[in-house]
């Protein structure tokens, strides 16, 4: 929260103080003389209290907007003046603190999910004039259930699926409006987890749902004043009669929701902003095609401004055309109860409401002038949006497979720790990792490894590595052994289930064709030779037991296999990863840790224009950056310090739609770190063009 922004402080005692003097009948006479029965009655059902008064409008809200409205009203009843139909200044006070409270959940979530547009974020939103007169000044409450959706959608980002649900039933106890928006949001998950895990997060939903209705439900009158109102038939209005005098129609909102649904259903994927974007296409329906409410545009809110954020300039125009409408229809319309509010402060010139609202229809044009307006800057954002969503839906293509990686590389080059590095940023969920060493053909202490070395792709059964990418690429299930590096022999063969990545990680990831044409992104690690043999020796010290003097015969001895079978695949990769000493190493010296500069060759097809600029202004020092070596590659070597929460910033500005590869990205500190984001960068690269379009070697 940005506790340190003048504005931010400004804003809120704006609208604590527009909270504590303004209000329309809404709030005055219907919301706070039902809460203020629920508190001083002892928690007697104020539905049935009201209903039985011929009251049937008070509340059309289900029990958790109660509730929400009712700790605030019992923790200061102290200081509140008694009474059911009494409203003060300090009632208006009392009853917008939950306003506050969930305007400030959903100005966390949106700074959340754009953190480097805080000052954007707090202009388009926290200023927002929609939200002021709807909240603070007119008093209506969908700001509660916006928020409580909102919470839900933040949780789903995050991937955590059975807060996300808890949430949303939250959402759907205070409003029943958003059982419109739950079924994209079960798709959403379905596409994510599969039906069986989000029919099981919809039970969780529906759970909550009946758990605060079940006090209520069975009471006539409950069902009356929350379903059986003309707030409740709005989503009914327009109908197109067919049938003649059959009485049967069309419900037009109700069929653009089921057909929106469908269409949401149809796509082949739905990434983060599609869902956003079909979300606020269902909102904005129930606002176009349902005489609205004033606060209704609410619901749309939060997810025009999560495009707005992102393309300020392309949709400003709509949206301002939108609020104008807004204040023409709501505050100079027939719906207007701007003066009305002004009751508790300036009861003289509320009278006037009347008057005002005659004045203003007297033109019998206006009424429907200023609602077209509304209508048609409604209608425009909303297509604008939706176009974004789409395009955004279509930067990585189409996948019915998943995404191949392979990275290959002499012993002791890194792989294990470049692959820890990937797996921090795809999650461990996410990727499944095939490991060359589990297609050797022997056992340690084979009499074949006399005659051969593992570097020999003769004494691997790289064939059946290829049938089991085939079988990967094609989704279906394969059985291996695991080779267990401390025993040195193979364990029994365990199933191994395709994940959204694979990479294959080995001595000879690229030795064969067949292989490298399933690639999505093939990797070569090549470092200085003298780092190489340094990691060796201190890695096999310290976890396989040799002598320095064993690692480097058994290097020595390894030589022409490296050249012939590992060092060919170079030229082979896509990307080659190089670790180099800035200063010469002591020859003999096997105890050092030497500081090392990081050098990359890749193809010159990958952009790296952008990432160097933001390295330079991060602080990151290119020791050499060249575009085009020739026609075929380009090189870029680092050197210095980055810490992770910088390389995530990177990570944000480069990568579109990160949520479609992973839930976050976790970065390591210095060069690794930069390290995971070059990869990062050309899988990013490689996903958005067909697989036809990927050079082969």
């Known amino acids: 929260m940005p506790t340190r ?23 005055r006479e219907l919301f706070i003389p039902f809460v203020n029965y629920y508190v001083l009655s002892g928690y007697q059902d104020p539905y049935q209290h009201f209903v039985a008064l011929g009251r049937t409008d008070l509340f059309p809200y289900n029990p958790l907007m109660l509730y929400a409205l009712t700790v605030p009203r019992q923790l200061f009843a102290a200081f509140l003046p008694g009474g059911v139909e009494t409203v003060s200044f300090a009632h208006l006070f009392v009853f917008r603190l939950p306003l506050l409270l969930c305007d400030l959940a959903i100005l966390g979530v949106l700074l959340g999910w754009f953190p480097r547009e805080r000052s954007r974020v707090l202009w388009l939103y926290w200023c927002n004039p929609l939200v002021m007169y709807i909240c603070y000044w007119h008093g209506q409450l969908d700001i509660i259930p916006t928020a409580l959706f909102l919470c839900a959608l933040a949780s789903l980002r995050q991937e955590r699926y059975r807060s996300a649900a808890l949430w949303l039933g939250f959402a759907l106890a205070t409003k029943a409006h958003l059982l419109a928006a739950a079924p994209f949001f079960f798709i959403y998950v379905a596409q994510k987890k599969g039906w ?49 005098s059959s009485g049967q129609g069309v419900l037009i909102a109700p069929l653009v929701i089921l057909l929106l649904c469908v269409r949401f259903f149809c796509y082949p994927k739905r990434n983060w902003d599609l869902l956003l974007v079909y979300l606020n296409l269902v909102f904005a329906t129930l606002v176009l095609l349902v005489p609205p409410r004033p606060a209704y545009i609410l ?41 009305e ?47 974004f969503g789409v395009r955004s839906n279509q930067v990585y293509q189409d996948r019915n497979r998943p995404v191949l990686i392979g990275l290959a590389g002499d012993s002791g080059s890194g792989k294990d720790t470049l692959t820890y590095g ?76 395709p994940k959204p990545f694979i990479l294959f990680q080995g001595l000879h990831s690229l030795s064969l064709l067949q292989l490298r044409t399933l690639y999505d992104l093939r990797i070569f690690l090549d470092p200085q030779e003298d780092v190489r043999r340094l990691w060796k020796v201190q890695r096999d010290r310290a976890e396989r037991g040799y002598t320095t003097e064993q690692v480097l015969a058994q290097l020595d001895k390894r030589t022409s296999d490296r050249a012939k079978y590992i060092l060919a695949q170079r030229e082979l990769a896509d990307l080659i990863i190089s670790w180099r000493t800035v200063a010469p190493l002591l020859p003999g010296d096997y105890d050092t840790a030497p500081a090392l500069c990081l050098h990359v060759q890749a193809l010159n097809s990958f952009d790296f224009s952008g990432l160097v600029e933001l390295f330079r202004d991060s602080g990151v020092g290119i020791r050499q950056y060249e575009p085009f070596l020739d026609g075929r590659w380009q090189a870029l070597e680092l050197e210095g310090t980055i810490t992770s929460s910088a390389l995530a910033e990177i990570a944000a500005q480069l990568i579109p739609n990160p949520d479609e590869l992973s839930a976050a990205f976790h970065f390591e500190e210095g060069l690794e770190g930069c390290t995971q984001l070059i990869f990062l960068l050309c899988l990013s690269s490689r996903l958005k063009v067909a697989p036809w379009m990927t050079p082969l070697n």
């Open 5 to 27: 922004s003048r504005l931010f402080w400004g804003v809120l005692i704006f609208k604590l103080v527009l909270g504590t003097f303004f209000a329309s009948h809404y709030l």
């Open 196 to 244: 069986k895990s989000a029919a099981r997060y919809a039970v969780i939903a529906l759970s909550v749902l009946v758990v605060f209705l079940y006090p209520f439900v069975a009471h006539p009158e409950f069902r009356q004043m929350v379903f059986g109102t003309e707030e409740s038939r709005r989503l009914l209005a327009l109908r197109l009669p067919v049938g003649g």
């Open 299 to 339: 619901w749309s809110l939060p997810f025009l401004i999560t495009v707005l954020c992102r393309q300020p300039k392309q949709y400003g125009l709509p949206y301002a055309l939108l609020t104008v409408g807004y204040f023409l229809n709501f505050v100079l319309g027939p719906q207007s109860d701007v003066l």
């Open 341 to 387: 509010s002004l009751t508790l402060v300036a009861p003289e010139l509320a009278a006037r409401q009347a008057s005002f609202s005659s004045a203003l229809c007297n033109n019998t044009l206006w009424p429907s002038l200023s609602f077209t307006i509304f209508e048609a800057g409604l209608a425009g954002v909303t297509l604008s949006t939706y176009l």
């Open 422 to 497: 990937i797996e921090k940023l795809l999650g461990a969920a996410q990727l499944e990792v095939i490991a060359g060493d589990d297609y050797h053909k022997w056992p340690r202490g084979h009499e074949s490894w006399k005659t051969h070395s593992h570097l020999d792709v003769r004494a691997n059964n790289l064939h059946r590595q290829v049938e089991h990418a085939l079988a990967l690429a094609s989704d279906n299930t394969i059985y291996k052994p695991h080779y267990d590096h401390a025993t040195g022999r193979f364990t029994e063969e365990q199933a191994v289930v």
